[in-house]
């Protein structure tokens, strides 16, 4: 049981290039989310899904776009990276319904230069 | 607006000393509320949760957190501290019935003096 993997964990860009970041749990848990933390700000809510082919929007969507196609993966993707997007990136899973308790993956540190 | 405060941005403990850190919360409706660490280079583990119920609740690794309702905070303690509990930690609040709407405030980075 290896709970939520992200890949990669590192990854450094040029302004402009595309990439996207993989996200895979075998919880079976319906709902997942990607958060990005930067320094002094905690972590904040991208984009999240809560079932197999639905995603929804975030407090800051901005620059990503979201894909589940399969229950077990969640994919962000960065179509034109830009430097305010240099951060840490967090994929997450829980269970559906009530007092959701997270579980976070390792994370991918992502440079854009 | 909902927020999470975490007053302390960095604390530093001897070794088997005692621990709070605080988190303060402003929600409008009964939140429930975390504790996650972090240790360096790796995700967010819970540590802690509360619901409902007894306000002092008791989590993994000997942390406790106390909700305090007319306070609006849910303060982390630890009755000694150990040199690997050096992390950082972060407090969090969601609804009982948005998951889209957890907030996490901006951590607390805890060092342990030998």
């Known amino acids: 049981n290896a709970g939520v993997t992200q890949t990669p964990k590192f990854r450094v860009l040029k302004t402009g290039q595309s990439m996207t970041l993989l996200c895979a749990q075998d919880?079976?848990?319906?709902?997942m989310y990607w958060y990005r933390q930067d320094p002094g700000m905690g972590l904040r809510l991208i984009h999240y899904?809560?079932?197999?082919?639905?995603?929804a929007k975030g407090e800051v969507p901005d620059g990503y776009n979201v894909s589940r196609l399969k229950k077990q993966n969640f994919l962000l993707g960065l179509e034109s990276a830009a430097p305010s997007q240099t951060s840490v990136y967090f994929c997450?899973?829980?269970?559906?319904?009530?007092?959701?308790?997270?579980?976070f993956g390792p994370g991918t540190r992502l440079t854009v230069l | 607006a909902q927020s999470v405060t975490q007053p302390d941005i960095h604390i530093t403990v001897s070794e088997g000393a005692s621990l709070e850190l605080r988190c303060n919360y402003s929600?409008?409706?009964?939140?429930?509320l975390f504790w996650y660490v972090q240790s360096p280079g790796q995700g967010l583990q819970l540590l802690l949760k509360?619901?409902?119920?007894?306000?002092l609740v008791q989590g993994i690794k000997g942390f406790e957190a106390e909700f305090k309702r007319s306070q609006s905070s849910f303060n982390l303690r630890k009755p000694s501290v150990h040199w690997s509990d050096a992390a950082e930690y972060f407090c969090?609040?969601?609804?009982?019935?948005?998951?889209?709407?957890?907030?996490f405030g901006s951590g607390t980075k805890l060092n342990v003096k030998p």
């Open positions: 997450a899973s829980s269970l559906a319904g009530e007092g959701l308790e997270q579980f």
């Open positions: 929600y409008g409706a009964t939140p429930y």
């Open positions: 969090a609040v969601g609804p009982r019935y948005n998951f889209n709407k957890f907030y």
């Open positions: 919880m079976n848990h319906e709902y």
């Open positions: 509360y619901f409902s119920g007894d306000t």
């Open positions: 899904s809560v079932g197999e082919g639905t995603t």
